[in-house]
Nanobody
Framework: VQLVESGGGLVQAGESLTLSCRAS????????LGWFRQAPGKEREAVSC????????HYVDSVKGRFTIARDNRDQTWNLQMNALKPEDTAVYYC?????????????????????WGQGIQVTVSS
């Protein structure tokens, strides 16, 4: 199993960035997919999640209206479109996959360490 993030980098406040995660080694279509982030000195927090049936998306309040998650089962990828970025969005972003759609509906979104995780990618937003 492999999850590989791409698309991170350094942007200025107000700009946009799209993160992508490509998965391999498991039956992608049956998994809920998520994005998490961890800022320096802080705990990892859930950012967004999309259910396996692509019918339900969930976001942490701080990114609602700015971030959009989408999945492509054919390419086994999912993206996080991030608009109107703020310095407080600076973090290492992780993609993750879980068999449990219920994980998406939890508040906060909760994936387990035993779920599939990417290695993380840096996003830095300068003011």
């Amino acid at each position: 199993v492999q999850l590989v993030e791409s698309g991170g980098g350094l942007v200025q406040a107000g700009e946009s960035l799209t993160l992508s995660c490509r998965a391999s080694g498991f039956r992608f279509a049956g998994y809920a997919l998520g994005w998490f982030r961890q800022a320096p000195g802080k705990e990892r927090e859930a950012v967004s999640c999309i259910t396996s049936d692509d019918l339900s998306t969930h976001y942490v309040d701080s990114v609602k209206g700015r971030f959009t998650i989408a999945r492509d089962n054919r390419d086994q990828t999912w993206n996080l479109q991030m608009n109107a970025l703020k310095p407080e969005d600076t973090a290492v972003y992780y993609c993750a996959a879980t068999l449990y759609d219920s994980s998406c509906r939890m508040k906060p979104i909760r994936f387990m360490p035993s779920d599939y995780w990417g290695q993380g990618i840096q996003v830095t937003v300068s003011s």
